[in-house]
């Protein structure tokens, strides 16, 4: 099991937690955070019963950490497990995991850039992978898809299967197809939202839902007009001050948690 390391530094108890794997200590907010995260989530609308977030570890990048099997809603700092990036559990103590892990851990392989990730089936978004109809930049909280939304088919590369990334090879195959961008859509499925940091993937899950929403309103409208969407270098230039910018709408929703829970 982790075991509870104590700082009485400046008359002051701090708590930490060290891996009996990777041997790091982690502090309390950080895991605070990544299960605030998953309610943060289910309280916007983009996971329900199902779905996942996790963390890159920050002082081993070959690891990570993501809740137990269990409804984002419901996930408390007790319920983290730590993982390589092969996806196994080296601290469950007995906790069951997402069958999906490995959208994670062969996303972190290939992009390094990556500190966190979100797994989602929010409704707005699925039907930009049934049509060829591209997911756009409706507004600038959503300037990251400007970048470009691919569409990963699981049926391309292993024909008829349950449609779950449950293995390695489904989460490289994922991961292909996602590449350098920072959304990916799942035929028939979801889709997974990815950032530097924890705050970022989940600003883009939330933001990549109300930006689906806008766009089918959008389409309703236009009656045969152009949309007028962010182009690349609009994109971009909203993006960068996004990474700043939604820090605010992630301290309201992690403000909401506090004032639920006791940690």
Not at 19 to 34: C, R
Not at 94 to 100: L, P, Q, T
Not at 129 to 148: R, S
Request: glycine share 8%; hydrophobic share 45%.
């Amino acid at each position: 099991m982790d075991v509870p390391v104590v700082n009485r530094s400046a008359g002051k108890s701090s708590r930490k937690f060290m891996s009996n794997k990777s041997g790091v200590p982690l502090a309390t907010d950080l895991i605070a955070d990544l299960a605030a995260a998953s309610r943060i989530l289910a309280a916007q609308g983009v996971v329900d019963g199902f779905g996942h977030v996790s963390l890159r570890h920050p002082a081993a990048p070959d690891r990570y950490l993501m809740a137990r099997s269990l409804a984002p809603a419901l996930v408390t700092p007790d319920d983290i497990i730590e993982y390589d990036l092969d996806s196994n559990a080296v601290n469950a103590n007995g906790r069951s995991s997402f069958v999906e892990r490995f959208i994670h851990g062969e996303i972190y392989k290939a992009r390094p850039d990556i500190q966190s990730v979100v797994h989602s089936h929010s409704p707005s978004v699925i039907p930009f992978g049934l049509v060829g109809v591209p997911l756009q930049a409706m507004f600038h909280n959503a300037a990251f898809i400007a970048a470009g939304v691919p569409v990963f088919d699981i049926r391309e590369k292993f024909g008829a299967t349950d449609m779950l990334v449950g293995n390695r090879e489904k989460g490289l195959a994922l991961a292909a197809v996602m590449g350098e961008k920072d959304v990916v859509l799942m035929r028939a499925h979801g889709s997974v939202a990815c950032g530097p940091t924890l705050q970022t993937a989940v600003f883009r899950a939330v933001y990549t839902e109300v930006n689906a929403r806008i766009q089918h309103w959008t389409m309703a409208l236009k009656d045969g007009a152009i949309m007028a969407a962010l182009d690349a270098d609009e994109g971009r230039l909203a993006d960068a001050i996004n990474q700043t910018a939604g820090m605010r709408a992630w301290e309201l929703w992690r403000n909401r948690v506090r004032a639920e829970v006791n940690w």
